[in-house]
């Protein structure tokens, strides 16, 4: 700022509007006013300042006045009530220096919405979740685009209702794990001191969920082997699409699972594929016995490089995503919904599998081994170390008979 003497200011409107800018901002004292100065900034702007101390000491008070007479209002009333409360107008100058400071550092340190979305991904989704990618794309997809610049601390409760609200009324389970996410991130802001205020500690969920009871009947299932076997419906499933869907019928395991195999996973010699407990739901390795009809299913994706992914999909994860397996699907089913078969999901297949199981008599206990369904009873806990591969051999080889009579396929290599 430029520091040179000035002459004072006539205390009228005509005097300070020929107030011309300079290159730096610069104070030009009101006449009659001690105290009292009108600030100019380059670009023209004009305000009002009240002036204490002398060069390096000196202290800036900016008022709220936009003309000559609220200025000399203002600072009359402001030297009233500061002198009723005992304090002089240095110090007063001083506290509001400081706490513009303190109210600068708050913001800065009060991150947005887009950047806590960030923090949550790369501190606590990515190294502790399976399901972290999940969590980024819900976040890019539905959140930031509505709260993104928004401060964090600015979302309050009514904002997040209204938020699963509307996506309660077209997709209810959607809406549940989208707050259950907001939720997650509202604590890991608290957890990291991003937060002090938790803006929907114990909210209850926007919709009842309906547990789905879809299981594919013989039509149907005759349906999912036609579209997956290649040929015109190709460009609507894939081969890798199609074998994972497959794989997913005969074996019953989850879509996931399914979806991240790894080359090295499978020993053909022994006939058997072991998922490594980091890709199990219930974080216990799980062996399942291949049969002809599975072996037939990988085709020559099971030779290559240990931790190849065996169905390769571009994208980050590496592999087939869940929204594609379930584009795909709907995408068939939207094709022949004429000749009546209903939309039906990936994880459809799975409870088809365990349900047409039980139809052909396998126990409980052992669809449960089967299903890698965590035993949460004491002996499943603490004492039965069995590995069940001979009995699960033998019930999906059962299921897999029954798949060819649905099916009309007779010899073991025969998979059209």
Same mark, same amino acid.
């Not at 490594?276 to 291949?290: A, G, I, M, T």
């Given at each position: 700022?430029?520091?040179?003497?000035?002459?004072?200011?006539?205390?009228?409107? &005509? @005097?300070?509007?020929?107030?011309?800018?300079? =290159?730096?901002?610069?104070?030009?004292? #009101?006449?009659?006013?001690?105290?009292?100065?009108?600030? #100019?900034?380059?670009?023209?702007?004009?305000?009002?300042?009240?002036?204490?101390?002398?060069?390096?000491?000196?202290?800036?008070?900016?008022?709220?006045?936009?003309?000559?007479?609220?200025?000399?209002?203002?600072?009359?009333?402001?030297?009233?009530?500061?002198?009723?409360?005992?304090?002089?107008?240095?110090?007063?100058?001083?506290?509001?220096?400081?706490?513009?400071?303190?109210?600068?550092?708050?913001?800065?340190? $009060?991150?947005?919405?887009?950047?806590?979305?960030?923090?949550?991904? @790369?501190?606590?989704a990515r190294p502790k979740k399976r399901s972290w990618l999940q969590d980024e794309q819900r976040l890019n997809r539905l959140v930031i685009p509505l709260w993104g610049k928004m401060k964090a601390a600015d979302i309050t409760r009514a904002d997040v209702q209204a938020l699963v609200k509307e996506l309660a009324i077209n997709?209810?389970?959607?809406?549940?794990?989208?707050?259950?996410? #907001?939720?997650?991130?509202?604590?890991?802001?608290?957890?990291?001191?991003?937060?002090?205020?938790?803006?929907?500690?114990?909210?209850?969920?926007?919709?009842?969920?309906?547990?789905?009871?879809?299981?594919? =009947?013989?039509?149907?299932?005759?349906?999912?082997?036609?579209?997956?076997?290649?040929?015109?419906?190709?460009?609507?499933?894939?081969?890798?699409?199609?074998?994972?869907?497959?794989?997913?019928?005969?074996?019953?395991?989850?879509?996931? $699972?399914?979806?991240?195999?790894?080359?090295?996973?499978?020993?053909?010699?022994?006939?058997?594929?072991?998922?490594?407990?980091?890709?199990?739901?219930?974080?216990?390795?799980?062996?399942?016995?291949?049969?002809?009809?599975?072996?037939?299913?990988?085709?020559?994706?099971?030779?290559?490089?240990?931790?190849? #992914?065996?169905?390769?999909?571009?994208?980050?994860?590496?592999?087939?995503?869940?929204?594609?397996?379930?584009? &795909?699907?709907?995408? &068939?089913?939207?094709?022949?919904?004429?000749?009546?078969?209903? @939309?039906?999901?990936?994880? =459809?297949?799975?409870?088809?599998?365990?349900?047409?199981?039980?139809?052909?008599?396998?126990?409980?206990?052992?669809?449960?081994?089967?299903?890698?369904?965590? =035993?949460?009873?004491?002996?499943?806990?603490?004492?039965?170390?069995?590995?069940?591969?001979?009995?699960?051999?033998a019930a999906l080889t059962l299921w897999e008979r029954e798949v060819r009579r649905i099916l009309g396929l007779s010899e073991p290599s025969d998979l059209a």
């Amino acid at each position: 700022m430029t520091t040179r003497k000035r002459p004072p200011v006539k205390p009228n409107v &005509a @005097a300070i509007r020929a107030l011309k800018p300079e =290159d730096d901002a610069y104070d030009a004292r #009101v006449e009659g006013h001690r105290g009292l100065n009108v600030r #100019v900034f380059p670009s023209g702007h004009k305000s009002f300042v009240y002036r204490s101390g002398q060069d390096r000491k000196m202290s800036r008070l900016t008022l709220k006045a936009q003309s000559l007479a609220e200025a000399t209002a203002e600072w009359a009333d402001l030297k009233r009530r500061k002198f009723q409360a005992g304090e002089d107008i240095a110090s007063t100058i001083k506290k509001s220096k400081a706490e513009a400071q303190k109210k600068r550092v708050k913001a800065r340190s $009060e991150p947005t919405i887009e950047v806590l979305a960030g923090r949550y991904i @790369a501190e606590y989704a990515r190294p502790k979740k399976r399901s972290w990618l999940q969590d980024e794309q819900r976040l890019n997809r539905l959140v930031i685009p509505l709260w993104g610049k928004m401060k964090a601390a600015d979302i309050t409760r009514a904002d997040v209702q209204a938020l699963v609200k509307e996506l309660a009324i077209n997709t209810p389970t959607l809406a549940n794990r989208v707050l259950a996410l #907001v939720r997650k991130m509202f604590s890991f802001a608290v957890d990291v001191g991003a937060l002090s205020v938790h803006p929907c500690l114990r909210m209850s969920a926007p919709a009842a969920e309906q547990p789905r009871l879809r299981v594919l =009947d013989e039509k149907e299932m005759r349906f999912l082997w036609r579209c997956t076997s290649g040929g015109v419906w190709k460009r609507i499933v894939p081969d890798s699409i199609a074998s994972i869907l497959r794989l997913q019928l005969l074996t019953g395991c989850r879509h996931k $699972e399914v979806r991240g195999a790894r080359r090295g996973e499978f020993d053909m010699g022994k006939m058997e594929w072991l998922i490594p407990r980091e890709r199990v739901k219930n974080n216990r390795d799980h062996l399942v016995p291949l049969t002809p009809l599975m072996i037939g299913c990988l085709g020559d994706q099971k030779v290559g490089k240990r931790n190849e #992914v065996l169905f390769p999909w571009p994208g980050e994860e590496g592999h087939v995503r869940a929204d594609t397996l379930d584009r &795909a699907m709907r995408e &068939a089913c939207r094709r022949v919904k004429r000749i009546g078969i209903p @939309a039906f999901r990936p994880h =459809d297949l799975r409870r088809t599998t365990e349900t047409g199981m039980a139809r052909l008599g396998v126990s409980l206990e052992l669809r449960n081994r089967v299903m890698n369904h965590k =035993d949460m009873s004491v002996s499943g806990l603490r004492y039965n170390t069995h590995d069940y591969i001979p009995e699960k051999r033998a019930a999906l080889t059962l299921w897999e008979r029954e798949v060819r009579r649905i099916l009309g396929l007779s010899e073991p290599s025969d998979l059209a």
